[in-house]
């Protein structure tokens, strides 16, 4: 792995990047969704994307395969670490059923930790609300509930 390639991986201690995992394990508990977490150094200024991380993001969650869950319910939390840029992104069925209020109490909750540079706490508090709000409209279905994404952060 080159150095820039790493530096996503560095941003979060290992303590972090654990504890980030139980976050979405957690969440995932209240909810038959799915949620991902993504971190790049930049969002790129090639392709699509262009700079904007809500387009960067759409361009991550094809590539996760995060639009082949059962329920179409899978959620992508996006952030470029170094421009400090992010993007809360789910699939168009959810999206239909949570409305845009849904996206914005995410953003205006983690961007309020980023300001204060406490980007552990923002991301963990926006995955536990994704989990929290979910639940309404995909509850966890018990030991039928299967986890179809991987809960590792990506990069």
Known sequence: MNKRSDIPRKFL??????RLGEAIGAAEKRTSGEIRLHLERDVPKRGAA???PYLRARE??????MHQTAE???????LATRSRKFAVLGDEQLHQRVGEAFWNDIRD???GHFK???????????????GERLRDHFPH????DVNELSDEISY
């Not at 201690?13 to 654990?18: K, M, N």
């Not at 179409?72 to 996006?78: E, S």
């Open 60 to 65: 991550v969650f094809a590539k996760l395969g």
């Open 50 to 52: 262009k700079d904007d």
């Open 116 to 130: 204060e540079d406490r980007f552990v706490d923002g991301l963990a508090e926006g995955i536990a609300l994704v």
């Open 141 to 144: 279905r018990g030991d039928d």
């Open 109 to 111: 909750l983690m961007a």
């Open 13 to 18: 201690s290992a303590e972090e990047q654990v």
């Open 72 to 78: 179409r319910n899978g959620v992508l939390v996006y």
